[in-house]
């Protein structure tokens, strides 16, 4: 393991709630950044409660973005260890979405990762890594989140194509490809399933970076699955209520 | 922003009560205070038996407030309320801190711990849960805030501690955690042939120890009728510890009981046999070592036993009575209950220590008596109103957590401090947002 911080943006995300206290169990200091910074400040407190760990919270806002905040908190330390993308929003319900939501989807799921995770490379340290918090949606646009699903998409390609640029001589990159989690996000989604624990999704995202693979299905069930959606001709596929 | 939350079928922890509810389950404090609408009932761990957590409007359900805050050197813990008793003890006892107060469960959250006043095996030595809190926030019907403690507030929070969640929503809880030499406890075993052996322990034995309790065969008839495995236990002293011991063991992961037993599983026939069986199982015996786990909670190695009840569930009843009821009227409660045939497995009996604060806190000095039975009907609700007609009438009441058959008139009876209760009520929840099955059902949702 390389040394210095694993910075989480997005650390009150259900999911990042759950990566950051597997990290922080094994002992990693951790910079919690998010939108709200009273309450990734009481994900911090929790975490270093809990596991006697350094955990710091930065305010962190896409919409800036503000990711020259988070190099600031690093200057003079280590370089990180590792940064968890973890922001996502479904705002912009289909059919519906004003320009205003479609900007917002794009950019909060796809604009600003890169922004983010461009400005924070240098910071970076060689052998650490990078995870960005994809999504199944992205795999074959569906009816109900296809605005959602294409910026996700379009994570995806980024992600690939940043592990490409960085093969052998930077930090490594996993590309999570998120199903159903039962979080903050989907909770309040009418007949959703309730999904898989953010526990068990945390421990499967850790240990893909652990092996260094660029692109994972979490839960891995859905890998099987998207294959199949991916593979049914249109006339099949127009038809089911997915 | 409006937060969004999933329409579910929803049940006590008996399963007898359950209701549709549109559920919310913030992660984030300031999304609870956005779900703040309509009218509801703030639910943690759903340990209650009845339907105190059960409402026909909103249920703001706390299981994902779950951050640990602050912890002073002198073992004061900040938390949000949806951190469980269990949690905490797995996170502190290492370090010697543990619960000054604990349910027989430790799958309630500190939300529900405050809310119902809990009590445990030292009743009598120091109190309820919400006497060893210092502050609580709760996030009142106006979407306000409020720091309030014994100190500050002090009406309110006298409310809040045994208030059954009609104040509004205990969003964190700040409480003295107490010193843990060791994780276990040494228990004596006695064994009493009949009620008034049992009794006759619990007028001047019981005071020797921290922690005790009588597990009663609620089935025997007869002589044998009250007789009970009685328990006193203390922290065991870390020199008692072999060399190499762990001071602070932790236990394994629960076994499920996996799906609805067919109803009347849990038959007569298998109570008897299942009583007689835990008696002749403890042996009287003295400074038997137990692991915290085995001597709070001996209910939590099966999660979701009352699933063998069946679709039908099962109800608790709870009562305390004044100190001069004894023999004769426990001796009653139990002929009542054999009277009406329903199996049951070990009811718990306790003598309790001087009462909390708390408005609408159940414990008070006295015999308490609890049990389990399963719901089978027109003949379980006869059995539960006369049993609450005899409670009342020793000048005892019935505990509001567990309960699911109480009337208004019956409940204004037992908790004379209703009036006053409802004076705070209407002062922090004008407009009666926060309501439940049970407040509506004993008249404590009708604000004016
Ligand atoms: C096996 C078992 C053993 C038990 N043993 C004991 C015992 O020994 N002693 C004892 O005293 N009790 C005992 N109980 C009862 C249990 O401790 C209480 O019912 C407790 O309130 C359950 O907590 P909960 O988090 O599950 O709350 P819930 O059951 O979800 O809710 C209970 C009440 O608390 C309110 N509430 C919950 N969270 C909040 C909040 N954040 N803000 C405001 N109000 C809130 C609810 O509105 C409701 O009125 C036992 C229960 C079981 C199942
Ligand atoms: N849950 C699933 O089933 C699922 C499936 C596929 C992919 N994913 C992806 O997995 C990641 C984590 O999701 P989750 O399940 O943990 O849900 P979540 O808790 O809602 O996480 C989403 C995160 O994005 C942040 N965010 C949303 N909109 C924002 C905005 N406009 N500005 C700044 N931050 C914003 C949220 O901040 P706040 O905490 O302040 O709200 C939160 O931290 C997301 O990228 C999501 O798209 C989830």
Known sequence: MAPGRIAILGATSTVARALAACYAREGQDLLLCGRSLPEAEKVAQDLSLRYGIAAEACLFDPDLPDYPQVLW???????????????????????????????????????????????????????????????????????????????????TTYGQGL??????????????????????MTWGMAGGPSGAAPEKVAKAIIRAVRAGRGRVHVPAVWGPIMLLLRLLPEPVFNRLQV | MHEAGRTLEIAGW???MRRRAEVLRPEQQSRLSEALEGFGIARGLGRAYGDAAL????????????????????????????VSLGDIVRTFLPRGWTLPVTPGTQWVTLGGAVAS?????????????????????????????????????SEIFWATVGGMGLTGVIVEVTIQLAPAETGYLSVDYVRSGGLEETLEWFSGHDRRYPYTVAWIDGLKEGQGLGRAVLMGGRVTASRELGAG???????????????DFPPGSLSLPVGRAFNAVYYGMHKPRENVREPWWKFFYPLDVADEWFRLYGRRGFAQYQGVYPPEIGLGEIRALLRRIHAAHHANFLGVLKRMGPPSPGLLSFPREGLTLALDLPVQGEGTLRLFRDLYAMTADYGGRVYLAKDAFLTREMFRRMYPNWEAFMAVKAKVDPRGMFRSLLSERIGLGEVR
């Open chain 1, 163 to 184: 592990n490409h640029r960085l093969a052998g001589r930077g930090p490594r990159v996993t590309v999570v490809q998120l199903g159903v989690v039962d979080s903050q």
């Open chain 1, 73 to 155: 908190r690093l200057e003079g330390g280590p370089p990180l260890q590792g940064v968890v993308w973890a922001i996502g929003t479904m705002s912009a319900a289909a059919g519906e979405a004003g320009p205003d939501d479609i900007r917002q989807t794009t950019w909060v799921n796809f604009g600003a990762a890169v922004a983010a995770i461009e400005g924070l490379l240098p910071a970076v340290h060689a052998k650490g890594f990078i995870v960005l918090l994809s999504s199944v949606a992205g795999e074959r646009g569906r009816r109900k989140n296809y605005v959602y699903g294409a910026a996700k998409a379009a994570l």
């Open chain 2, 14 to 16: 008996g399963h007898a």
């Open chain 2, 117 to 153: 006043d809990v009590h445990g095996k030292n009743h009598h030595a120091a109190g309820t849960f919400g006497q060893h809190v210092k502050e609580l926030v709760l996030l009142t019907a106006e979407g306000q805030l409020r720091r309030i403690s014994p100190e500050h507030q």
């Open chain 2, 245 to 259: 011991e762990a001071r602070y063991p932790m236990p394994r992961g629960a076994v499920r009981v996996p799906f």
């Open chain 2, 55 to 82: 409402s026909e409007g909103r249920v703001w359900q706390t299981t994902r407030l779950t951050r640990m805050l602050s912890l002073t050197p002198e073992g004061v813990l900040t938390a949000e309320a949806g």
